[in-house]
Nanobody
């Protein structure tokens, strides 16, 4: 059983940056594609960014292209989401998730991910 733990969320002002981290416990996730999703109050969970198991392929939601960067360090068993130029509309709980299947690239579908963390709150004030 893979358990994922996110960290790095917080309260920031518009234009600021944050770096989220996700580390699994229980087993290595070096062969899993990893995704970041977010969910705002009253909204559905939405895809933010994903990275293939090797780190060679990344995918982003249109709303975060050029501002967010997903990366992973398999030696440290950690995946990161760098959030720059934050906007109030980025306010949400951010979740990392692991996809155990090799799809060649990260999926943007919630249903592709078998393991989820508890989430970390990101709040951006205007």
């Amino acid at each position: 059983q893979v358990q994922l733990v996110e960290s790095g969320g917080g309260l920031v002002q518009a234009g600021d940056s944050l770096r989220l981290s996700c580390a699994p416990s229980g087993r290595t996730f070096s062969t899993y594609a990893m995704g970041w999703f977010r969910q705002a109050p009253g909204q559905e969970r939405e895809f933010v960014a994903g990275v293939s198991w090797s780190g060679g392929s990344t995918k982003y939601a249109a709303s975060v292209v050029g501002r967010f960067t997903v990366s992973r360090d398999n030696a440290k068993n950690t995946v990161y989401l760098q959030l720059n130029s934050l906007k109030p509309e980025d306010t949400a709980v951010y979740y990392c998730a692991a996809d155990p299947f090799d799809r060649g690239t990260a999926s943007d579908s919630v249903s592709s991910y078998a393991y989820w963390g508890q989430g970390t709150q990101v709040t951006v004030s205007s």
